[in-house]
């Protein structure tokens, strides 16, 4: 009798240590930080045309599985939403890997109860297939910029929690509604209705209806359901292609640094942007620079010094006009809003195929915006007459580098279509998921009129386009 006691009370000792030990492993894998490199490749989505809109349709082949989550820096009700959204989908939907930025994840996996994913933001374009930002334009601007040397950027769902917001689409209060719909965008699942999917499940007295339109890959999802015809709507906005030289033909992509000591991510690694070291090596492999992709605008200002700068435009290799300015723009029809806009360039819409020229505080008065297509090859040259100072370049504000006189900076628009390899995979711009009418079945006969809506009320409510002044308006 003496044995069995004390094997019994042996075993009950470690049956209570062992589940001390479980639960302590468990909560420091919950919130382990992870090496994003070894996450599976990138999912390509597929973007469909249609005759009833203006936008594309997002389908994606395999339901996406790493997500790349960017909140506005330095706001403590930004980070909590970021908190309740990484919370939801992890719960909601299996099988998702959650990145963040090294900052960022170092700061909020304390919180979360699951581990999330980071690396250098090297690793992001072969292995993220969505981005989702929640903060304002500035926000955007920081996600794209991560995909700047690179022709493919995964699509962008955003939500506008910033000062203006004129490119975030969605309010945060309509997060659960906005992933829902763009991650099953592609998944046939029949159901019409998008505000209440579990409800509805239950109370229409089908709760396996969406069972028979659901693609495999989807097995594991059920209760999210949407239309067959239903899917995300994309805007591809047009980027620039910027290439800088200097005098002696030297491409100087990689002295593009970070504007802010705060965003370091932002740097571009040895080797990525071109032949910067003029090596023999590189010389003799004549392999053209990566460009730089650019959303916004590129811009040359004189910055701190005190005299105008000089610059030489050329479009298409033919010599346009010598500007005598505070700077010189060159901004996308997205970026038309933006920069341009303050220096009294025209307003375009992000569908339109053209880039904007405009000079900043010219000295002549008939100097005016000038609208080219998208497939022009404009080059500015900084004139010799700049007597050897710098003038400073900058690329959505992210980015900056000082030029001397005699260096040119090259911009084209950024081919954007469906892949001549086909597969329906589209090469160039920047993929952004539009929000989609509440009501109104599924926008056939709608058209134009649903595409445009965001981007009107925009204009009207946080532009204030033509807006009236005087007593009583």
């Known amino acids: 009798m003496c044995r069995p006691t004390i094997f019994n009370s042996c075993r009950s000792q470690f049956s209570r240590l062992s589940r001390s030990t479980r639960s302590f492993s468990a909560t420091l894998c919950r919130r382990k930080i992870l090496d994003a490199s070894t996450l599976p490749d990138r999912i390509l989505p597929k973007y469909k045309e249609s005759s009833t809109s203006s936008l594309l349709s997002l389908q994606w082949p395999e339901p996406p599985r790493n997500i790349l989550i960017i909140p506005k820096r ?13 919370n939801h ?7 998702l890997n959650l990145v963040f930025e090294r900052q960022i994840a170092s700061t909020i996996h304390e919180s979360l109860p699951f581990p ?19 903060g304002g334009d500035g926000t955007i601007l920081r996600a794209a910029s991560l995909f700047s040397l690179h022709a493919s950027v995964p ?63 989807w097995g594991g999802v059920r209760g999210k359901r ?12 047009h980027r620039l292609k910027v290439g800088i ?11 593009l640094m970070p504007t802010s000591t705060a965003e370091p991510q932002l740097a571009i690694p040895p080797g990525l942007a071109g032949d910067s070291d ?11 620079p990566r460009p730089f992709h650019v959303v916004n605008e590129l811009v040359i200002h004189r910055g701190p010094n005190p005299h105008l700068a000089i610059i030489d435009v050329y479009i298409n290799n033919h010599f346009l006009t010598e500007a005598v300015a505070d700077g010189i723009l060159v901004s996308t029809p997205t970026g ?62 992210k980015r900056r580098a000082a030029v001397d006189a005699g260096a040119e900076i090259r911009v084209e628009g950024e081919a954007v279509g469906p892949d001549p390899n086909g597969g329906g995979g589209w090469i160039g711009g920047v993929p952004c998921v539009i929000r989609s009418p509440s009501k109104g079945g599924d926008g056939e006969g709608g058209g134009i009129v649903e595409d445009d809506d965001g981007w009107v009320g925009g204009l009207n409510g946080l532009l204030k386009f033509n807006y009236p002044f005087g007593e009583g308006q």
């Not at 989908?89 to 099988?95: L, N």
């Not at 003029?278 to 053209?288: C, F, V």
């Open 245 to 255: 030289y200097d005098a002696a033909g030297v491409n100087l992509n990689e002295q």
């Open 155 to 217: 699509p962008i769902l955003s939500f506008s929690m910033g000062s203006l917001g004129f490119l975030g689409e969605w309010k945060f209060e309509e997060y659960k509604r906005a992933w829902r719909e763009m991650f099953m965008s592609g998944s046939q699942v029949a159901v019409s209705d998008l505000q209440d999917p579990h409800t509805r499940a239950a109370t229409n007295g089908r709760p396996n209806a969406n069972e028979d339109g659901l693609h495999h890959h």
């Open 226 to 237: 949407m239309g067959l015809s239903r899917s995300s709507k994309i805007l591809l906005r």
């Open 74 to 86: 330095h706001a403590p009700d930004v980070a909590a939403s970021a908190l309740a959204f990484a």
């Open 336 to 397: 038309s809003t933006a920069y341009s806009l303050s220096a009294g360039g025209s307003i375009m819409h992000p569908l339109v195929k053209a880039l904007l020229i405009t000079p900043i505080c010219a000295r002549s008065l008939s100097f005016r915006p000038l609208g080219l297509p998208l497939t022009s090859k404009v080059v500015l040259r900084l004139s010799e007459k700049n007597r050897g100072r710098e003038l400073e370049v900058s690329v959505d504000g």
């Open 116 to 134: 999330i994913y980071t690396s250098d933001p090297s690793q992001f374009p072969a292995k993220i297939d969505l981005v989702t930002t929640l």
């Open 278 to 288: 003029g090596s023999e090596q590189q010389q003799q492999s004549r392999l053209p």
């Open 89 to 95: 989908i992890y719960s909601e939907y299996p099988d």
